[in-house]
């Protein structure tokens, strides 16, 4: 399975981007799905998932600001993130994997494919 993320930019603080990962190669409907974040100096962090069912998890940090679905029909998970601030800089992966279960969906060990990352510049 093949990974691609885009949608990242240079936003103001209070605004809102919102990023897609396509998936091809591979049965994705099946795949749980991802979206981990990586600051300047800072290790990779989880930031939400969705399971193949529906299920979904977010950061404490996210959590009422950022929102995570899936289309499978086109193969595609989107993260739809309002309200950024500067903390919220990163760079930005999608990954999916197979038979997670709930207790492993933060978990970066828990995920197969990783896209390349998309760039998240909050800044005035």
């Known amino acids: 399975v093949q990974l691609q993320a885009s949608g990242g930019g240079l936003v103001q603080p209070g605004g809102s981007l919102r990023l897609s990962c396509a998936a091809s190669?591979?049965?994705?409907?099946?795949?749980?799905a991802a979206w981990f974040r990586q600051a300047p100096g800072k290790e990779r962090e989880f930031v939400a998932a969705i399971r193949y069912s529906g299920t979904t998890a977010y950061a404490d940090s996210v959590k009422g600001r950022f929102s995570i679905s899936r289309d499978n029909a086109k193969n595609t998970v989107d993260l739809q993130m309002n309200s950024l601030n500067a903390e919220d800089t990163a760079v930005y992966y999608c990954?999916?994997?197979?038979?997670?279960?709930?207790?492993?969906?933060?978990?970066?060990?828990?995920?197969?494919?990783w896209g390349q990352g998309t760039q998240v510049t909050v800044s005035s």
């Open positions: 990954a999916a994997g197979s038979r997670i279960i709930l207790s492993e969906l933060r978990s970066q060990r828990a995920y197969d494919y």
């Open positions: 190669g591979g049965p994705f409907r099946q795949l749980s």
